[in-house]
């Protein structure tokens, strides 16, 4: 029988342990929540590489819940006008839109962007 992908990431791969006093303990480290835009420190950059020579705008740092970085993706697509992506904790949006991403963080309360 296989593992289907959805319950490949839970307990990060472990299967069977001959320990038996062993019991899986979840990340520490994992978000419990999104930090408020105030306290997000996220670093804007051009980038080229890997993307057969196209220019895209990265956003990264963000902390939080995938949902919040979905929505401020989307919203960051439609400032900008063109296309993107919002995956671990990462915004991709296409072209150089460096200076229309800070203008929008700045005055959406992002204020620790660079």
Known sequence: MYMSKKNKGDK???VYSTD???SFQP??????????PAQQKLR??????HR???????ITGFIGVDED???LGKKLKT???TGGSAKDNEII??????????QWLLKNGYTGTR
């Not at 990340?27 to 408020?36: F, I, N, V, Y």
């Not at 804007?44 to 590489?49: A, G, N, V, Y």
């Not at 949006?93 to 800070?102: A, P, S, Y």
């Open 52 to 58: 057969g020579g196209k220019v895209a705008t990265l």
């Open 20 to 22: 038996p006093n062993f």
């Open 93 to 102: 949006i296409q072209g150089d839109q460096r200076q229309k991403i800070l």
């Open 69 to 71: 970085l979905q929505d």
């Open 27 to 36: 990340d520490e480290e994992s978000p419990a929540g999104t930090l408020p």
């Open 44 to 49: 804007i950059r051009l980038e080229t590489k």
């Open 12 to 14: 990060h791969g472990f």
């Open 79 to 81: 400032v900008c006008g």
